[in-house]
């Protein structure tokens, strides 16, 4: 079966920098299972995927426009130290969950700390790098009215959520 929209495909990923520094991979674990089409992985990848087959390998360079964007200069903001009530030793590199105006829940990095202020990133920390996968497709079928309804593709003993 070949890959496209609305299908589920499972695949093996070893993800690099263009360094060759190894980011992520799926070694030794389950395949990355997702519905195609459904916006699941970074859109450079899920393009290269479509016409796909079960067997098929490739390498794709996906640029940081076709994956997880730009650095956004207005996702990093300097915060009162105070802001973060309870935590005594706040280090660069530090992760957090921040509320939006709208009350969504944003990770956010802290990259920098003086006495006063705390820098945060809330940009992917992929954001503004080439993303190079080596990518073998392990399955592809049609996924269920459920997965379809729910946006993404559910394990071999459902949905857990």
Do not use: C, W
């Amino acid at each position: 079966m070949t890959i496209k929209h609305n299908s589920a495909v499972s695949f093996h990923y070893t993800l690099t920098d263009d360094d060759g520094q190894k980011l992520d991979s799926s070694a030794g674990g389950e395949p990355l299972a997702y519905l195609h089409g459904a916006g699941n992985i970074v859109p450079g990848l899920e393009n290269a995927l479509e016409g796909k087959n079960v067997g098929d390998s490739m390498t794709v360079a996906v640029s940081a426009a076709e994956g997880y964007g730009e650095p956004q200069p207005e996702l990093i903001q300097e915060v009162p130290r105070e802001s973060f009530q309870g935590v005594d030793d706040i280090q660069v590199g530090m992760q957090f969950e921040a509320q939006t105006g709208n009350g969504q829940s944003v990770p956010v990095t802290v990259t920098a700390v003086t006495e006063e202020y705390v820098t945060v990133d809330g940009n992917h920390p992929l954001a503004g790098k080439n993303l190079n996968f080596d990518v073998s497709v392990t399955d592809v079928r049609d996924a269920t009215q459920e997965e379809l309804d729910h946006g993404h593709v559910h394990g071999p003993d459902g949905h857990n959520h």
